[in-house]
């Protein structure tokens, strides 16, 4: 591939990656928004996994409850940060497609859950696992993100 295509490939994959979790994020909210009421809870798999839905004005998992605009300016910062890596870095063989695509699911997931802080003033949150708090699509995302970048930089012993 040409050095010129693979830049601009990389930033579809990483804009369509970020739009993906966007939308499947907010389509879950919507969705478990109309089926449950507050604090509701569906039982799918009995005392393993419900569907609950909490509104958060927290961290994850509810930490640091009703910090207001802490929450809508942090995330944004690091929105901030994270798109110039990807910009920056694009032009160069440093940042693999792994990366990309960890990088636009943690993207999509904190726009997600800073839609809702913006819209609501709090994060919906319906996946309920019972051993775990509630948590969301975007939190999924953030996390899945997080967990390839930690593999991709953990070096492999090759003997």
Known sequence: MSDLKRPKIDII???????????????????????????????LIKNVLHFTLVHNSGIAFGLLKDCGFVFIIIPLILTGLLIYNVYYYRHSQQLSRTYIVAFSLILGGAIGNLI???????????????????????????????????????????S
Do not use: Q
């Open 13 to 43: 994959i990483f804009l369509c990656g970020v739009l993906g979790i966007i939308v499947f994020d907010r389509l879950s909210k919507i969705f478990f928004s109309h089926l449950l009421d507050l604090n509701e809870s569906v039982i």
């Open 116 to 158: 809702d802080r913006m819209v609501f003033g709090y994060v919906i949150d319906f996946i309920d696992f019972r051993i775990w708090p509630v948590f969301n699509m975007a939190d999924s995302a953030i996390t899945m993100g997080a967990v390839i970048i930690l593999f991709k930089c953990i070096p492999s012993s090759k």
